[in-house]
């Protein structure tokens, strides 16, 4: 695994209360890093950046609402004054809600027919869970990188990795809200990618494909180790035959942030999900 040396860079980790998230704040940090965890939640963000730190890494954790504005500029000057001006940026905040999502893969006549309080079909879909999928995925991305990359842009040097899915590529079902915001950071990490061209800033995105998490576990299994329907049909469809562990990430983010590596590397979306996007199922 590349292992660069970035000793006296400051990083910026969004959503870094997560198992995702909070593993890439660590693999940022065992390579020099001073890493600021930022986390809706403080005492998630303070447990990651605490477990950093015991491992011998600099981190500090820090409540910020991805979605407003007033929030993440006071929590860039608190890091400013913490580790100094962001230097990385990885936008990590995420998810979905029940509220966007149908029940099943396929609209039928009978779902029509008969309607059930059960079934949420594509017209059942509230737009309260279509918004909030969207503005975390979409704002969520765009908001931190307006704060947090103006010194970048100052400075005439600095990355963002932007953190898209394998849904972008092709929708899953059931969900079309995320699947739809994720395409939408992907988009959107090609444009801002070409937009901070002339002021030094690469701008990427890591596309990771199904890894169990505290978000999805329920859906992957049913009980147990046991896999779920859906989870069964994802190993089908994964030519590597397994879900993506945490650390599957650090090696393509590694790499990305690394200016010696990857110094004419910007506009790219990598997928890390065991060859998932590539199957064509036959």
């Excluded at 739809?180 to 690469?202: D, E, P």
């Amino acid at each position: 695994m590349i292992q660069p040396d970035l000793s006296g860079k400051t990083a910026v980790v969004t959503g870094g209360g997560g198992i995702l998230c909070g593993a890439m704040a660590a693999a940022l940090a065992r390579c020099g890093a001073q890493v600021a965890v930022l986390d809706l939640r403080a005492e998630a963000a303070t447990q990651a950046a605490e477990k950093i730190v015991a491992q011998g890494g600099q981190a500090k954790g820090y409540a910020c609402n991805v979605l407003e504005k007033e929030s993440l500029e006071k929590t860039n000057n608190q890091i400013e004054a913490d580790f100094g001006p962001v230097d990385i940026l990885v936008n990590g905040a995420g998810g979905n809600h029940p509220k966007g999502t149908t029940t099943k893969e396929y609209l039928t006549p009978e779902d029509l027919k008969q309607p059930s309080s059960d079934l949420i079909t594509f017209y059942d879909l509230e737009l309260e869970g279509i918004q909030f999928v969207f503005n975390l995925n979409l704002l969520g991305t765009l908001l931190p990188s307006q704060v947090f990359t103006r010194s970048m842009a100052e400075r005439k040097s600095g990355v963002v990795i932007n953190i898209s899915s394998m849904n972008a590529f092709t929708p899953l079902t059931k969900i079309p809200a995320y699947s739809g915001a994720k395409a939408a950071v992907s988009n959107f990490t090609q444009w801002l990618a070409v937009h901070m061209s002339k002021v030094g800033i690469r701008v990427n995105a890591i596309a990771p494909g199904f890894f169990d998490t505290n978000q999805n576990h329920h859906l992957l299994f049913s009980e147990g180790s046991n896999l779920s329907p859906r989870g069964e049909a994802i190993i089908a469809q994964t030519p590597m035959g397994r879900f993506g562990e945490a650390d599957d990430l650090a090696g393509t983010l590694l790499w990305l942030v690394d200016d010696d590596s990857s110094a004419f590397v910007t506009g790219t979306v990598i997928p890390v999900d065991g060859g998932f996007s590539s199957f064509s199922g036959v």
